[in-house]
Each structure stands twice: as structure tokens, then as C-alpha cells.
């Protein structure tokens, strides 16, 4: 299973960025998926995860929600992450996951390599 993330990058506070991450070797649309980021000194954090399937159902972290958005396309195997009002604080090295459960955010079966996000004030 590979899960390689993209999109991210160095931009100003206030701005936004869309991540994706292609998964590969897995049945995608069967598959809860996530994002988790870690800043330098932090303890990794939990941000959003979106149901198998339809991803009719989400959920977020209290640090992102109603900035950041999680989203699926099961016909091209990527998750997406809309991140907009970036801040400073936002700055971290983002990493998709596949396997974990909406209700359990902290336990996945699978990780992929991050994409650094930097946010500038």
C-alpha cells in the first residue's frame, strides 16, 4: 500500500492550499481515510476523516474545523484536504492514512509519507 501525499508548500497567513494523496495497492473506496499532521516538538494531531464509500460521513479535529475540508474521489484513489484561512500555527509536515476508524482517530492501518506545509506571517 502506498499513500503519497502532495500539495503542499510555502504560503502567507490567510491563504489557502488543497493537499491530495493518491493511494495505491488498496481497494480505496473501502477504506476509511484521514489526515494527521506533526509540527516540529509536537505530538502528532488528528485533523479529518472522511468515510468509505460515499464518505457520507466526516469528522474533524477542534483545531481545523470550519477551516479545513476532507473530501474523497474514489474513481481516481485520492483524498483531498481544502485547507483555507491557513496560520502560522498550521505549519507541520501532513500525512494521509487509510484503515482507521471515525470513531478511533488515533489507530491506522496505514501511513504514507507527509508534504511540509509552512505558513508565514
Known amino acids: 500500500v502506498q499513500l503519497q501525499a502532495s500539495g503542499g508548500g510555502l504560503v502567507q497567513a490567510g491563504a489557502y492550499l488543497r493537499l491530495s494523496c493518491a493511494a495505491s495497492?488498496?481497494?480505496?473506496?473501502?477504506?476509511?481515510m484521514g489526515w494527521l499532521r506533526q509540527a516540529p516538538g509536537k505530538e502528532r494531531e488528528f485533523l479529518a476523516a472522511?468515510?468509505?464509500?460515499?464518505?457520507?460521513?466526516?469528522r474533524y479535529g477542534d483545531s481545523v474545523r470550519g477551516r479545513f475540508t476532507i473530501s474523497r474521489d474514489n474513481a481516481k484513489n485520492t483524498v483531498y484536504l481544502q485547507m483555507n484561512s491557513l496560520k502560522p500555527e498550521d505549519t507541520a509536515v501532513y500525512s494521509c492514512?487509510?484503515?482507521?476508524?471515525?470513531?478511533?482517530?488515533?489507530?491506522?492501518?496505514?501511513w504514507g509519507q507527509g508534504t511540509q506545509v509552512t505558513v508565514s506571517s
Open positions: 492514512v487509510a484503515g482507521g476508524s471515525l470513531a478511533n482517530t488515533k489507530t491506522w492501518t496505514y
Open positions: 472522511i468515510k468509505w464509500g460515499a464518505g457520507d460521513s466526516t
Open positions: 495497492g488498496l481497494t480505496f473506496s473501502n477504506y476509511n
